[in-house]
């Protein structure tokens, strides 16, 4: 189950801070907001139905919860009695704004790609074959990928990929989507979507509010 924030207000993005100051200046505070509640930073809260069948191999990673698979991550928003409630944040986290102000470095394999992240959800972990390097079992998030996708309106939707964990930050996927496969510009909207059996995701990135020092950052 998602929902996602209807409470972010209309942004003016000239006279926003982090295009009215610089990078180095930005205080914790600005940068919480701008990423956890921004044109590149949307809020999601989730309810996990522990009785729903997982819809990819492996189980739901988080720290402090015995979903089964690797536990990592954060501890949920509200682990009371009942199913547990999850309060995440998904970002465009190629975006250059996002990247100053979170110090982000990502793998590799995600070079070229846009870049959109989950954080401090439950993950679902895509366990299947090994690493030939250590003879561990590999997350190859096959079956994640053939749920997630990102679409412009009036587009058809493509899958990312790339999907990588973030090494520093247990409780982050990164999933790459190549720009060639989709047209990004002008007022469009585009929709991030993925699940992570038994979540659901679903999130909307407004182009004309992604706005970095004049230029489109995504």
Known sequence: MFAGSSAIRAFAPDDEFWNSEPPEKWTPE???????????????????DANAPLSSAGGLRRRGYGYGGNTTGRAGANSG??????????????????????????PPSLDGHFV??????PIVSGHGGQDPSTGEPADTYEGLKAQTSLQVKGQEPIQPGVIEPDKN???TL???????????DGDKIVTFSTTMA??????????????FKGDLAI
């Open 198 to 211: 038994p979540l659901s995701v679903k999130v909307k990135f407004e182009l004309k509010q992604m706005k």
């Open 169 to 171: 930050e247990t409780s």
């Open 174 to 184: 990164y999933f790459g989507f190549l720009p060639q496969m989709v047209q990004l």
């Open 81 to 106: 009695t009942g199913s547990p409630k999850f309060a995440g944040v998904v970002r465009w986290a190629s975006a250059k704004p996002i990247r100053l102000a979170l110090k982000l470095q990502f």
């Open 30 to 48: 600005q940068i919480e907001e701008l990423t956890s509640k921004s044109p590149w930073a949307k809020p999601v809260r989730a309810k996990l």
């Open 116 to 121: 959109i992240s989950v954080s401090d959800l």
